[in-house]
């Protein structure tokens, strides 16, 4: 490989795209709005997507197919894949698939940092990302319901993944909120204070 490449997601998408056949960059963030698959690859913003795929071409897993113009559209580039990509993605699938990694996710961190707030700020916020996380699941159970009478349980896994991530999150978020109305879990300023050791001199 002429670069090396540091895997994602959205790398892994665009090849696997590509191993479907050659494509231009709008119809893959297209077909993975179409399939579902923006749950749990992120292609909100275009330029991500083609600074992607410019990382990909000067790494040697894409090349370009050919370039095509459109009287009144600007002109389009179609890429393909190398067989070095084709090898690449499915070594980064198998070692996604099955070996954990240490992610650094917001919620964690924010956890992490509740002391910052107030019990009955933490408590607020927390109240409020419970229910946006069961309105969330309720849209996820009804995606299922109307895909699952039509494709196969295959094309939906990462949905019913999700909801059970989030179900289990919903549950935990709402132990913490009871455990702070009741007081079992509290805090204040002073509080904390006992648990910051002095400062010493280098």
């Known amino acids: 490989m002429p670069r090396k490449f540091k895997r994602s997601p959205l790398a892994l ?3 696997t795209l590509l191993m479907e056949a050659p494509m231009h960059p709008y119809r893959m963030q297209r077909l993975i709005k179409e399939r579902g698959k923006d749950q749990v690859i992120d292609v909100r913003r275009r330029p991500s997507l083609y600074q992607t795929i410019r990382q990909l071409l000067r ?3 894409i090349a370009i197919a050919k370039i095509g113009r459109q009287p009144g559209f600007p002109e389009r580039t179609t890429y393909r894949i190398t067989e070095e ?3 690449v993605a499915i070594s980064w699938l198998r070692e996604m698939l099955s070996t954990p990694t240490q992610e650094f996710p917001e919620f964690p961190a924010a956890v992490s940092l509740l ?3 107030t019990p ?3 408590r607020a916020q927390l109240d409020l990302r419970a229910r946006r996380l069961a309105d969330h699941i309720a849209a996820m159970e009804a995606e299922l319901q109307q895909y699952g009478a039509i494709l196969p349980r295959l094309f939906l896994l990462e949905t019913e ?5 989030e179900t289990a ?3 935990w978020v709402r132990s913490i909120i009871a455990d702070l109305e009741r ?13 910051i050791p002095p400062e010493t001199a280098d």
Do not use: H
């Open 13 to 15: 998408a665009v090849l």
């Open 59 to 61: 790494a040697g897993l």
């Open 85 to 87: 990509g084709r090898q």
């Open 115 to 117: 002391p910052v707030l």
């Open 120 to 122: 009955e700020d933490a």
């Open 161 to 165: 993944y999700m909801r059970r991530v």
């Open 169 to 171: 999150e919903l549950e």
């Open 183 to 195: 007081g079992k879990v509290t805090w204040s300023e002073a509080w904390i204070r006992g648990f």
